[in-house]
């Protein structure tokens, strides 16, 4: 059962067309879709907690390289546990950019021996893994450690350069699904085994996702068509129709922040095509009342709103308010700063609705394994019904690989010259 409890405002969503739906419907019965057939999957959990177990007998700190759905999806798991201050037995970073100041600033503040690198690229030729993985290795070289013992490599099995690599260091790749592309890998070993290594309960994710593309299955297939992810996706597909080219997806939970960036990418690169699409921008609550929400409620009527909410009252640390004893702060009294930050959601929402925005607001108790699981089987089912209305195909990405084309064209004649 969804431990997620959607409304809609200011919108009036129209029956879901039959065709998308039974194209999508079909699919599911074919068990097309590689990314959700895992869940579940006996042999994929216990290699993955067996690989960290083993992992986390030798080390304290993983550095994860990638970039895109090769890092999003599993920063998202990390998030659920990560503790950025740093009290943990075990830390997961990751190193999504080339930017060399950061990875400069890591090498100088980790202790390289106990440290181990997980490069990942589903293709084997994405540039900047290749490049991070490169310089990696040589660091490692020149301080006389020995790069097999602190580095995994996790891609396709088929001929590559970071196949080729690994077997230059005789390392053993692990295997990247060759069906599943990286915005959709975050159920894979690509969002697993960071995850597992962060001390996320894997089975508990796989079970949630797994039983709400069940229960979607079988509302479908019973013809009820409410569904959330139904509703989500005609919501979406309305507001492109409408002319509002901008979805805000806002949490007001700390921990979904780069959830919402994994979206991000999940919704521009599957429906962004054939001049389709709307432009996913993240936002985080509270911080983007101060920054955004004078924009958001007086600027151009041009977007949508979707907040993610945890049911915060009562938790967190009660505020001295009664120190000041002019009463200015006494609607703190005896409040959490749960209290505030859930009293905040409801008031940016509120705000939005009484100026005719139109936002859904998603909430749930407690934020844990099975509600990331649900939110994000919800939003994946969701792009897939969106593309399918929209005519697109979800998991092409022409525009990526000519940029990918580009970069290689102008590293070459920049050696050249």
């Known amino acids: 059962?969804?431990?997620?409890?959607?409304?809609?405002?200011?919108?009036?969503?129209?029956?879901?067309?039959?065709?998308?739906?039974?194209?999508?419907?079909?699919?599911?019965?074919?068990?097309?879709?590689?990314?959700?057939?895992?869940?579940?999957?006996?042999?994929?959990?216990?290699?993955?907690?067996?690989?960290?177990?083993?992992?986390?007998?030798?080390?304290?700190?993983?550095?994860?390289?990638?970039?895109?759905?090769?890092?999003?999806?599993?920063?998202?798991?990390?998030?659920?546990?990560?503790?950025?201050?740093?009290?943990?037995?075990?830390?997961?970073?990751?190193?999504?950019?080339?930017?060399?100041?950061?990875?400069?600033?890591?090498?100088?503040?980790?202790?390289?021996?106990?440290?181990?690198?997980?490069?990942?690229?589903?293709?084997?030729?994405?540039?900047?893994?290749?490049?991070?993985?490169?310089?990696?290795?040589?660091?490692?070289?020149?301080?006389?450690?020995?790069?097999?013992?602190?580095?995994?490599?996790?891609?396709?099995?088929?001929?590559?350069?970071?196949?080729?690599?690994?077997?230059?260091?005789?390392?053993?790749?692990?295997?990247?699904?060759?069906e599943i592309g990286g915005r959709f890998s975050v159920f894979s070993n690509v969002g697993l085994l960071p995850a597992a290594l962060m001390g996320v309960d894997i089975r508990a994710l796989h079970r949630a996702a797994k039983s709400y593309v069940a229960d979607f299955q079988k509302d479908i297939n019973n013809n009820l068509l409410n569904h959330p992810a139904l509703e989500g996706s005609l919501f979406a597909f309305q507001a492109m129709e409408n002319s509002k080219p901008i979805a805000v997806m806002m949490p007001y939970v700390d921990r979904l922040t780069s959830f919402a960036q994994w979206h991000a990418q999940l919704w521009g690169e599957s429906l962004g095509k054939k001049g389709k699409g709307s432009t996913p921008v993240?936002?985080?609550?509270?911080?983007?009342?101060?920054?955004?929400?004078?924009?958001?409620?007086?600027?151009?009527?041009?977007?949508?709103?979707?907040?993610?909410?945890?049911?915060?009252?009562?938790?967190?640390?009660?505020?001295?308010?009664?120190?000041?004893?002019?009463?200015?702060?006494?609607?703190?009294?005896?409040?959490?700063?749960?209290?505030?930050?859930?009293?905040e959601a409801r008031a940016t929402i509120d705000s939005l609705i009484k100026v005719g925005r139109p936002l859904r607001a998603i909430a749930f108790k407690k934020l844990d394994e099975t509600v990331l699981g649900n939110l994000l089987a919800h939003f994946m089912l969701e792009t897939i019904l969106t593309a399918e209305l929209l005519s697109l195909d979800a998991f092409d990405q022409p525009g990526v690989e000519e940029s990918k084309r580009l970069t290689r064209d102008y590293l070459a004649e920049k050696q050249a010259s």
């Open 282 to 343: 993240p936002a985080l609550g509270t911080v983007d009342q101060h920054s955004q929400l004078q924009l958001y409620n007086d600027g151009p009527n041009d977007k949508t709103y979707t907040f993610l909410v945890e049911d915060s009252r009562k938790k967190g640390l009660v505020p001295n308010a009664y120190v000041y004893t002019d009463a200015k702060l006494s609607y703190l009294e005896d409040k959490t700063m749960g209290d505030l930050l859930y009293a």
């Open 1 to 178: 059962m969804s431990q997620l409890t959607f409304s809609y405002q200011a919108v009036s969503l129209p029956s879901f067309p039959k065709a998308p739906l039974r194209c999508v419907q079909e699919k599911l019965e074919k068990q097309a879709y590689a990314f959700f057939n895992i869940l579940g999957d006996e042999a994929l959990l216990s290699q993955v907690e067996e690989k960290a177990n083993a992992l986390k007998e030798g080390f304290k700190h993983f550095v994860v390289l990638g970039t895109g759905g090769s890092s999003l999806g599993a920063k998202t798991l990390c998030d659920l546990k990560n503790n950025p201050f740093g009290n943990q037995k075990h830390h997961v970073h990751f190193l999504n950019n080339v930017d060399s100041h950061t990875i400069e600033q890591m090498l100088e503040s980790l202790d390289l021996e106990r440290t181990c690198f997980i490069s990942v690229s589903k293709s084997g030729s994405t540039a900047e893994t290749l490049c991070q993985t490169l310089c990696l290795m040589k660091a490692l070289e020149i301080k006389g450690m020995d790069v097999k013992k602190h580095f995994e490599i996790l891609t396709e099995n088929k001929d590559s350069p970071l196949t080729q690599l690994a077997e230059t260091y005789l390392i053993t790749p692990l295997n990247h699904h060759k």
